[in-house]
Nanobody, 114 residues
């Protein structure tokens, strides 16, 4: 099982970024997959999840600004982020859980700063 996140970078407040997570080694299309983030000195928090049926859920701090989506053919999870704020600065991880085991990507750094 492997999750490879990419797309992070430095962006100004109010800007946008799209993160991608390529999935390997498991049946991607049948699993709920999600994005977490961890800022320095803070606990890791759930940002967004998407089920195999395409239902989504978001953390309160990103609702209305972030959109999670998936491409089951290409086996890629996306996170489109708009109206970015300095508080969105964190390492973003893709993740899924199967049979009590958790799998994490390596993370991609997002820095929102002027």
């Amino acid at each position: 099982v492997q999750l490879q996140a990419s797309g992070g970078g430095l962006v100004q407040p109010g800007g946008s970024l799209r993160l991608s997570c390529a999935a390997y080694g498991f049946n991607f299309k049948i699993n709920t997959v999600d994005w977490y983030r961890q800022a320095p000195g803070k606990q890791r928090e759930m940002v967004a999840l998407i089920t195999s049926a395409g239902s989504t859920n978001y953390g309160d701090s990103v609702k209305g600004r972030f959109t999670v989506s998936r491409d089951n053919v290409q086996r890629i999870l996306y996170l489109q982020m708009h109206s970015l704020k300095p508080d969105d600065t964190a390492v973003y991880y893709c993740h899924f859980e199967r049979s009590g085991n958790e799998y994490w990507g390596q993370g991609t750094q997002v820095t929102v700063s002027s």
